[in-house]
């Protein structure tokens, strides 16, 4: 589960080696509020097949990394 003041990874498709990561600031139902590179901005959560949530911070594309 996705929760306020803790920091999320993602792990790049075209490179295992490249990690990203996410503070998350507030979390309100199905938002969060990230912190990355120094910008905050809104997401919303979403739940996988087997239910776990994640958030597609940097946008929604075939190779977006989802942070958990």
């Known amino acids: ?3 306020a ?3 999320i990874k993602a792990v ?3 490179d295992s080696e490249c990690i990203f990561s996410a503070y998350v600031i507030d979390r309100k139902g199905e938002w969060v509020t ?3 590179d ?3 901005f809104k997401k919303k ?3 996988g ?3 776990t949530e994640y958030v597609l911070a940097l946008g929604n594309y075939s190779m ?3 942070f958990k």
């Open 1 to 3: 589960m996705i929760q």
């Open 5 to 7: 003041n803790t920091t």
């Open 12 to 14: 790049s498709i075209c």
């Open 34 to 36: 990230l912190k990355m």
């Open 38 to 40: 120094g910008k905050s």
């Open 45 to 47: 959560v979403k739940k």
């Open 49 to 51: 097949y087997d239910g």
């Open 64 to 66: 977006a990394p989802a």
